[in-house]
């Protein structure tokens, strides 16, 4: 009993910390994104013989006119608070807690104006037009089954995890080097479409049962070749087998 | 339904009765008695009785539609009647078919010494022909004469002779530049950041000199050689979208947000990662391509529509031997 109100009391002081966005800033962003959030283009410190290895401050984009949307995006999928600076930002564990992180969009959306985070409809949209459209803008790098792949220095993500309002986010963001989509290129409605394709990418109808992981013919392949393969053969020596002398 | 049951129930008294014939009179038996099994016997009918079973399974699931998981069960109900249909043909054949082993000796050589003959007879049926040497000549000619004449049309597979075709693109000056819907591109509809395909007005965009993937660059990032300077028009540049290593389509265009900590602008094909720097001309970063990205001369007209001022500077499409050497020219 003891134990839940000491947990209790060490949240609200959590929570009373982080009310204030400037203050969560400081403390996780404004290392690489300068005090008052402007950018900074790094320092070179430490490094020498004995420990080959140098050491930046700063070098980070300035957020001024970012607006919540990009504070939405890169805090709630965890690519920010980044472990270092240079590296490409992956979905990971949140560091921040959810008080903390509306306080910093707070924060980062009153340094200027900037786009508000997008309330996408998939539901209105359309599969078959969200494909063609995935297909000509997206698929290059993401795959048309929306399961990542590879660009030379980068890793385009799988798309599994990502929620409608992260995808909206991200093609008019463009994070790390994937390229911005303005809403000349793809229209909301667009946007519509291709987050309604890639739901139904994330997750297809797989009426064979075992998925494999939606990868194709390769899995398929493999699994057909080994297990059924060793299975056949198997029964071949079965077959083979002399019972009687 | 009352008519179906009667004829199974016949049929199946039908297949019970059979066994039950009188033995035939005593004859001189052709294989070996063996005693009879009636375990695996026993073994072999209820397999067959389940695969039966099995299949009529299948043709329930096949009926009900309100089965989940509809399409497994198919699987599996017909797969496992075939594993007991298979099982009780293995038990069959290992214990009540019966088996005995018979030994045949190899018969005795017939053609002893006929090798010899053979060869002489080659021989000698040589030896109405004076001019050996030439006659083998003349028959090594023809022969290779016919091999010849059946490889010849393997010269349209490839370039090898009629070259020409491969190097006319449609680019002239003055050609606007649309986009897959045959809508103009002006130079305000291009953002930085964001990538575009584009084809030559007019043209076929199946050609491959047809297609182009077109960027906007910082002016003040922009480092293209001497040759090529004047190319882009305001820091829209355009290079072809066949990679120059295999043809396939650049669709990739890697652009960072933030230049000091991300790898610099690039584009990249997806085939074999070959990557091309779109603000020096589309050289070679990394990957198999051994060529730049033809690269097309822009210019902005006074309406504001992107024209090409010129073709290519290099041969568009995947390598080949001589592709270094030819420029493109305007199709005929």
């Not at chain 1, 409608?164 to 994070?175: N, S």
């Not at chain 2, 009540?96 to 006929?114: K, R």
């Not at chain 2, 491969?166 to 002006?186: A, I, N, Q, S």
């Not at chain 2, 043809?247 to 584009?267: H, Q």
Request: proline share 7%; aromatic share 8%.
């Amino acid at each position: 009993m003891r134990w839940v109100v000491v947990i209790a009391a060490l949240t609200l002081v959590g929570s009373a910390a982080a009310a204030d966005g400037k203050q969560v800033f400081g403390r996780y962003c404004a290392s690489c994104h300068g005090p008052d959030a402007s950018g900074s283009t790094g320092q070179r410190y430490g490094g020498g013989a004995a420990r080959n290895q140098s050491v930046q401050t700063g070098m980070g984009p300035s957020l001024h006119g970012v607006g919540a949307l990009a504070a939405d995006f890169y805090l709630r999928t965890g690519y920010m608070p980044l472990k270092r600076n240079g590296i490409q930002p992956r979905r990971s564990r949140l560091l921040l807690d959810n008080a903390q992180i509306d306080a910093l969009i707070r924060y980062i959306s009153s340094l200027g104006k900037g786009p508000a985070i997008p309330h996408p409809h998939p539901e209105r949209g359309n599969v078959s037009e969200g494909m063609a459209l995935f297909r000509s803008h997206c698929a290059g790098c993401h795959q048309i089954v929306a399961e990542g792949g590879y660009v030379t220095n980068a890793v385009p993500p799988a798309l599994g995890d990502a929620t409608p309002t992260q995808i909206a986010e991200a093609v008019r963001i463009g994070p790390y080097v994937m390229p911005k989509f303005s809403t000349k290129a793809i229209s909301d409605r667009q946007l519509n479409s291709i987050i309604r394709y890639v739901e139904y990418a994330n997750h297809p109808d797989n009426r064979g049962g075992w998925s494999l992981g939606n990868i194709g013919p390769v899995p398929e392949g493999l699994v057909s070749w080994f297990v059924a393969g060793s299975a056949l053969l198997g029964v071949c020596l079965v077959i083979g087998k002399r019972l009687h002398g | 339904m009352a008519k179906a049951k009667d004829i199974l129930l016949s049929g199946l008294v039908l297949v019970a009765g059979r066994g039950r014939r009188s033995p035939r009179p005593e004859a001189e038996r052709v294989v070996p008695d063996y005693d009879a099994d009636p375990r695996a016997e026993t073994w072999a009918i209820v397999l067959l009785l389940l695969s039966s079973l099995c299949c009529a399974g299948f043709i329930v699931v096949y009926a009900v539609d309100r089965i989940p998981h509809q399409t497994q069960f198919l699987g599996l109900s017909l797969g496992l009647a075939l594993v007991f249909f298979a099982a009780a043909l293995i038990v069959t054949a290992l214990r009540l078919v019966v088996t005995e082993e018979l030994v045949e000796e190899y018969p005795p050589e017939l053609h002893v010494g006929e090798v010899d003959l053979i060869a002489s007879t080659v021989e000698e049926s040589g030896s109405r022909l004076t001019r050996r040497r030439l006659f083998k000549l003349a028959l090594l000619g023809a022969g290779g004469g016919l091999v010849t004449a059946a490889l010849t049309p393997a010269a349209s597979f490839g370039p090898l002779l009629r070259v020409k075709d491969y190097f006319g693109t449609p680019w002239t000056r003055g050609r606007r530049l649309v986009d897959e819907d045959d809508r103009p591109y002006k130079a305000s509809d291009i953002e930085e950041k964001d990538f575009y395909t584009a084809f030559a007005e007019g043209a076929d965009k199946e050609e491959a000199g047809a297609s182009l993937v077109l960027v906007r660059l910082p002016t003040s990032s922009l480092k293209l050689p001497p040759e090529l300077q004047g190319y882009d028009a305001n820091g829209i540049v355009a290079y072809s979208k066949i990679c120059t290593h295999a043809g396939c389509a650049i669709s990739m265009y890697r652009v960072p947000t933030f230049l000091p900590d991300e790898p610099k602008p690039a584009l990249v094909c997806p085939c074999h990662y070959s990557t091309f720097d779109p603000a020096s001309g589309g050289t070679v970063q990394f990957g198999p391509a051994g060529r730049p990205l033809p690269m097309l001369p822009l210019e902005i007209d006074a309406r504001g529509f992107l024209r090409a001022k010129g073709n290519f500077d290099g041969a568009v499409g995947p390598a080949w031997w001589g592709v270094r050497n030819r420029k493109p020219s305007p199709q005929s």
